[in-house]
């Protein structure tokens, strides 16, 4: 029988030269395709995201001078930052279980919140200390890095190649059945 988890490790050894292969089996030596599916999404969003960060950057400059490139520069690398970390969680715990992802990426995401609102929080409290930020530049950037990081992201997600393996069907046995 055909398991999934044969099927990929045959398409790995397929597309992979460092890969030995039997009858039965193809052993694959490598990283598994999860970790290669979450590496995909991180290079993904990335480009959507730093080419995000670059058209901010520009606007803003034009727009505003100094001012606007370093308030879309921060913008632009806090978001990197914080969407850049997670994704290298995901990838770094592709191959755990469900509740073992589940709970490094909670984790991981309460962390980085943290950190960002600490980040907000004395940015707030001394933000006359800081006259050099345009806030609308940073809001805008902020937006636009996020919505380039996830568009791209969603493009490379409906590129993976992901099966769906059914069962074959067996319906229940009753007693009417039986005679």
């Given at each position: 029988m055909t398991t999934p988890h044969r099927q990929a490790s045959a398409a790995a050894a397929e597309r992979s030269p460092n890969v030995s292969t039997s009858d039965s089996e193809a052993i694959v030596s490598g990283?598994?395709?999860?970790?290669v599916r979450a590496r995909k999404l991180l290079v993904g969003g990335l480009v959507g995201g730093v080419a995000a960060a670059l058209l901010s950057l520009v606007l803003f400059t034009v727009l505003d001078g100094t001012r606007g490139l370093a308030s879309a520069?921060?913008?632009?690398?806090?978001?990197l930052f914080f969407y850049g970390v997670g994704q290298l969680v995901m990838v770094a715990f592709a191959d755990a279980g469900a509740r073992t992802l589940l709970a490094v990426s909670m984790a991981s995401y309460t962390a980085r919140v943290v950190v960002l609102g600490l980040v907000l929080l004395v940015y707030n409290k001394n933000s006359d200390a800081f006259p050099a930020l345009w806030p609308m530049a940073i809001f805008l950037t902020t937006v636009a890095v996020v919505v380039g990081w996830i568009v791209a992201e969603v493009w490379v997600f409906n590129r993976l190649r992901i099966g769906a393996y059914d069962t074959e069907y067996v319906s229940p046995s009753t007693d009417e059945d039986q005679q």
């Open positions: 990283p598994s395709i999860h970790v520069g921060l913008a632009a690398a806090m978001v």
